[in-house]
Structures are given as C-alpha cells and as structure tokens.
C-alpha cells in the first residue's frame, strides 16, 4: 500500500505539498485547524485528496508514516507533541519539495532583506534568460511549484518557521541577509535558538557550495564561525569583507572579488533608496555572478529592478509630503532600516502585535529624524513609554484611515509619513499586505 502522508494546514503550504505528494503516488490526508477556502476544497475533491477542517482528528493524523507540517503551525503546539511522542517524521514543505527534484536551488533567509534580495536575484537571473522560479515564503509554495511545472533553479525564500522541520535540505547557494531578534515568541525567547535555526539553511552544505552573507552583521558573522564550517564563505558588507570571495561597495559601485577575478558594477541609476538595499543589491550581484550572468546582465538588472510592494514603497506625494509604505517591517531592525533612509522629518505610523521588541534600539534614530509618532494597535503601551522621553506628540489610534488623517494633520512641507509599524499586524489586520493596502487606500482618499 502507497505511504499516508498528512499535511498539516492547507493554506500555499500545505496545498503545494498535498498536490506534489499525490501526484508522486502518496495517500494524502490534510488536516487544517481553520475553514479551508471554497478554491481548495474544489482542487482536493478533483484530485481525490482527503481533507477535514475547522479540527484536527489525531487518531487518523497519527496513521500517517510522515507528516508535513506548514509553517504557521507552532511546533511547541499539543498537535506536535502528541506526533513527536509517537515518533512519526516531521518534515517542512521544503524538505518534501527538495527530496522531489534535483534541480539548482537559491536559497535566501534573514530576519530582513530576505524578500528584495529573493526578488532581485530572480530578476536579475529571469532577465539572463534562465529557467527560474521565485518561490517560498514569498508566493507561490517550493512544491506547488515543482508539482505544476519543474523549473531548473528554484530562488527560494525562506523563513525559520520553514527551516525548523528540514532533515536532508540543502540550497546548492545559500545567503543570509542579517540575523536580529525577531519571532522569538516561538523561540522560548531565546535568541540563540532563533540564531541556530536561521542557520539550518547551510546545515547541509558541502565543499563545492556557497553561503553568501552579511558580513557587517556581528550576530551573524559570529554565527557563520560557530556553524558554517564546510560550504565556501561569501562575505558581502561595506567593511571591507576578506576572504577569496567577496562583495563590498565603494565609490558608487559593487565590487565582486572571486579569487583573481574582480568586477565593478555603477549603482549611480540603482532605484532603491538606503543603505540596506545596496547590501540586498551586493547579495543578489554575489549569486548572479556564481551562476556566470554577465556583466551587462547585471548592470541592465540593477537598473530596472523595482522595490517590492510593502517595503520602502512611496506611495503618493501630498503637499510636498512623502508618503511611504513599509508594512512588511515587522520587527525593529527592518524599521531602523527604514527609519535610516529617511531624508527628512518623518511622522512614525506604528505599533501592533508586539513580538518581543526592545525598542531602545531605535532611539538615536527617533531623536534625530522623528517629530511624532501615530500608534496603530491594540496596545501600544511599549511604544508610548519607549519614546515619549524623545518624541513631543505620541497620538494612539485603532484604524488605519485615522492614522493616516492625523500624520496627515502633523505633517509639514518636505517631511515624510511612514508606516513602519515594527510588529506584528494580525490585531486589527489579516497581515502586513492588508495594513499595507489599507495605508496606501487611506492616503489616496487625502
């Protein structure tokens, strides 16, 4: 008899891998605590795919001979610890995917960046010529993708909630873009159990791959010390990173060293503003000259690349009044990220589900550049006392539309309203993409 697969959550995950293992000849069964959309039920039905929502039946989950477990599901759950008691195989969706298909795989972690780098490493390899697909944590799911059509190289963003459950996974080039605290409540708070499972991506590298990585990143750079050991370290910074690969920038432009070779790349007409998108833009360079894109390639991509929808996005410009959109900043260092870039006085949209945040790291950056701040959540009693040593006017709202008419109020000429909130957005949104949107529709009704 085939083996029973369970699926556990049948959002892009668990629908990707409920169809990549029925049509390699599983029995599937997919179990999702939640109501499973109209669409899905419809596919599972056509492919003959067993499903139950809105509960878990453990019984008939602990049949299985391995489970896929989607990322949004804790692993500290009951559910989890009933499976692991029995001592079935959990894997993550992007094990099972991996073990499916033998093409090149990129793949790009970090507690920020992730998603610009992933997106301009695609853009730059899609513009080559080559047969690549942009999958993961950013869209459509890793085996989804392989089920509907197996490209040659998969770019593949990942988070640590996909990294917790791999076995054998390995990315023939991985890169991790900067390691801060972020998610720990489903880390026990523990910072150095996130640290080590953002650096799973290389646990399985060998002599003949390579890990790309932020080198100005201390955590990071101690990390790799610590847990990279036999993959070929590619250093990427502004500190002038050593090693026989390496990225760094000056003078206007990325220089690539590999070994003898040395290439320069002009980021005069580079589209993106701040200092952490020219790190992205030294990340996505390293890979695309490893897979030999050529030097115009590059150039011409860096020049057309544009930024990702929810991060640094301008939105509209109002009475000389910049409106920006940052609802992908979900912890505080893609905030201090955003808060860098700013070129004049900003009016600070934030607040929402805190997930362990130490604020105090922003206020150097408060004190220089912020003149108010807008809180938007349910509770915004940490941002409040965080910041109103630094910052004269504090305003706390509970929707989007009044926090955009109130930074609207407080604005002047040349200063900047940017939601950057630094949390979590599922208090009063169904995620940053649905703040973000509700941000620029408000804006638009100025």
């Not at 083996?3 to 390699?24: C, P, T």
């Not at 001979?65 to 008691?85: F, R, T, V």
Request: hydrophobic share 40%; with cysteine; aromatic share 8%.
């Amino acid at each position: 008899m085939k083996e029973l697969v369970a699926i556990l959550g049948a959002g892009e995950s668990g629908r990707g891998a409920a169809i990549l293992a029925k049509k390699v000849g599983h029995r599937v069964f997919v179990s999702d605590s939640n109501k499973i959309s109209k669409q899905t039920k419809l596919l599972f039905r056509k492919l003959s795919i067993d499903y139950e929502e809105n509960h878990h039946s453990i019984e008939k989950i602990l049949k299985a001979e391995k489970i896929i477990k989607s990322p949004g599901i804790d692993k500290n759950s009951d559910l989890i610890a009933k499976i692991k008691k029995r001592g079935i195989d959990i894997i993550s969706e992007i094990e099972f995917g991996f073990l499916q298909t033998d093409s090149k795989i990129i793949g790009v972690t970090g507690s920020n960046g992730k998603t610009t780098t992933s997106t301009m490493i695609y853009h730059i390899l899609k513009k080559s010529g080559m047969d690549v697909a942009l999958v993961g944590n950013i869209g459509k799911s890793f085996s989804g993708s392989i089920a509907e059509q197996n490209h040659q190289i998969y770019v593949l963003e990942i988070s640590s909630f996909q990294l917790d459950n791999i076995k054998d996974f390995c990315a023939d080039i991985s890169v991790i873009t900067s390691i801060s605290p972020d998610h720990l409540d489903r880390y026990n708070y523990d910072f150095d159990e996130y640290i080590k499972t953002k650096l799973k991506i290389t646990l399985n590298q060998i002599t003949n791959q390579f890990l790309i990585f932020n080198s100005d990143d201390r955590e990071l750079k101690k990390a790799v010390k610590k847990y990279a050991q036999s993959v070929i370290k590619f250093p990427y910074g502004f500190n002038s990173p050593k090693g026989e690969f390496n990225t760094t920038a000056k003078n206007k432009s990325i220089i690539v060293k590999e070994k003898k070779n040395i290439n320069m790349y002009d980021t005069l007409n580079f589209s993106l503003r701040g200092r952490h998108n020219l790190l992205n833009a030294m990340a996505a360079v390293s890979v695309a000259r490893l897979l030999k894109v050529s030097n115009k390639c590059i150039r011409d991509s860096l020049i057309s690349f544009s930024n990702v929808e929810h991060r640094l996005e301008e939105v509209l410009k109002i009475q000389n009044v910049t409106y920006i959109n940052d609802s992908k900043a979900t912890n505080v260092n893609a905030t201090f990220y955003a808060l860098e870039s700013m070129e004049g006085q900003t009016v600070w949209i934030a607040g929402g589900i805190d997930k362990g945040n130490n604020y105090l790291e922003l206020l150097p950056l408060v004190r220089e550049k912020v003149k108010s701040i807008v809180c938007i959540g349910l509770d915004n009693e940490k941002i409040i006392e965080s910041f109103s040593p630094v910052v004269d006017v504090l305003v706390e709202t509970q929707s989007m539309s009044e926090a955009v008419n109130i930074a609207h109020k407080l604005a002047n000429k040349k200063d900047y309203v940017l939601l950057s909130p630094a949390c979590a957005s599922f208090d009063l949104f169904k995620n940053f993409e649905d703040r973000g949107n509700q941000f620029k529709k408000a804006v638009r009704n100025l």
